[in-house]
């Protein structure tokens, strides 16, 4: 069925340095890829996202990249703060979906140390 | 503003009870989300709902239910609750399958005894 992958499941990173997360996907058909930012004790809300007509995308200090060919996607964080630390998850629709389903990865826990 | 609110932020359940758990949204969203979060396991569908009175199985239903009478509302029902479903379950909700942001309730930390 359909599966996201999501590495590394733990980030300790120093402040100021960048951090990389990476999903996998396994439906060729996804054309959807949303990254969720979840704070401690809070809900998860949408960060960037990308579609599947488009390789790269930027926001300040994040930027997400999709390689098709490979199934895979990530999200870059450049100059990270104390603030970025939280749970990241990535998403990809699934085939067929035209019902909004999104299939999670199981989360990366990234921590930035002043 | 999109708002999405979980009738309880924490619940304590006996193993056997029937426990209801209330998702409402203000948006006129067509498509609305129930997942649990369980560390490590990531969100997981139980259940998903893109009209009213329409469900669909998520990933993980056994155990669960849902009821969508009203279009701002998504309910989720645990028949009869056992120590395994104690869990962070959030409901979110969705535009409709042309806009696909999700967004999410504050959670129900659920504990069942």
């Not at chain 1, 340095?17 to 060729?28: F, G, H, L, N, P």
């Not at chain 2, 009175?53 to 990933?59: N, P, V």
């Not at chain 2, 155990?63 to 009203?70: L, N, Q």
């Not at chain 2, 696909?100 to 309730?105: T, V």
Request: include cysteine; proline fraction near 4%.
């Amino acid at each position: 069925g359909e599966n996201v992958e999501q590495h590394p499941s733990t980030l300790s990173v120093q402040e100021g340095d960048s951090a990389v997360i990476k999903c996998t996907y396994s439906d060729s058909a996804s054309n959807y890829f949303p990254w969720y930012k979840q704070e401690l004790g809070k809900r998860p809300q949408l960060i960037i996202d990308i579609r599947s007509n488009v390789g790269e995308k930027k926001d300040q200090r994040i930027a997400v990249t999709l390689n098709k060919t490979a199934k895979h996607f990530s999200l870059h964080i450049t100059e990270t703060q104390p603030e970025d630390s939280a749970v990241y998850f990535c998403a990809a629709t699934p085939l067929g979906s035209n019902t909004g389903k999104l299939i999670f990865g199981q989360g990366t826990t990234l921590q930035v140390k002043p | 503003d999109v708002k999405v609110t979980q009738s309880s932020r924490y619940l304590v359940k006996r193993t056997g009870e029937k426990v209801f758990l209330e998702c409402v949204q203000d948006m006129d969203h067509e498509n609305m989300f129930w997942y649990r979060q369980d560390p490590g396991l990531g969100l997981r569908l139980i259940y998903f709902s893109y009209d009213v009175k329409m469900k669909e199985k998520g990933d993980i239903p056994e155990g669960y239910s849902v009821s969508r009478e009203k279009k701002e509302r998504f309910s989720l029902i645990l028949e009869s609750a056992s120590t395994n479903q104690t869990s962070m379950y959030l409901c979110a909700s969705s535009l409709s399958a042309g806009s696909l942001e999700q967004y999410f309730g504050p959670g129900t930390r659920l504990t069942v005894t």
